[in-house]
């Protein structure tokens, strides 16, 4: 959990109240996808991009947030 204290901490969430529901759901979801794709501790930089192409396929998330999200969870 201390990786979504470090996450949330510095997120600036837009300021509609469901926005900021819908949001913070997306990345919540991109570091649980994240989290359970490392635990078999081979997590290339294969399984990395496929991971970012997904995220990018299925939230608004700009590549800033989901580069803030990988480096993060490093």
Same mark, same amino acid.
């Given at each position: 959990?201390?990786?979504?204290?470090?996450?949330?901490?510095?997120?600036?969430?837009?300021?509609?109240?469901?926005?900021?529901?819908?949001?913070?759901?997306?990345?919540?979801?991109?570091?649980?996808?994240?989290?359970?794709?490392?635990? +078999?501790?081979?997590? +290339?930089?294969?399984?990395?991009?496929?991971?970012?192409?997904?995220?990018?396929?299925?939230?608004?998330?700009?590549?800033?947030?989901?580069?803030?999200?990988?480096?993060?969870?490093?």
């Amino acid at each position: 959990m201390n990786l979504l204290e470090k996450l949330f901490s510095k997120s600036d969430l837009p300021s509609d109240k469901k926005s900021d529901i819908n949001h913070t759901l997306q990345l919540a979801t991109c570091i649980l996808l994240i989290e359970v794709s490392k635990s +078999d501790d081979d997590f +290339d930089i294969h399984e990395q991009e496929k991971i970012k192409k997904l995220i990018q396929n299925k939230f608004n998330l700009t590549i800033e947030e989901l580069d803030h999200i990988f480096s993060v969870s490093s």
